[in-house]
């Protein structure tokens, strides 16, 4: 491999963690979305739009 392939593929490594930890932060979000009661789940979904997942 040369060397701009190998960073090529470092780069995409980050990126695939990158995005399952947004889809981890995604999931808990859910569930807490989910076992709440009505008015934390609005509380919990002002919040969670706010969230900066476009890092």
């Given at each position: ?10 780069i995409f490594q980050e990126e695939i963690e990158i995005y ?36």
């Amino acid at each position: 491999m040369n060397k701009d392939a190998i960073i090529d593929l470092e780069i995409f490594q980050e990126e695939i963690e990158i995005y399952n930890a947004k889809l981890r932060l995604l999931n808990w979000l859910y569930d807490e979305i989910k076992i709440q009661t009505k008015l934390s789940k609005q509380l919990l979904n002002e919040k969670g739009q706010k969230l900066p997942l476009n890092v």
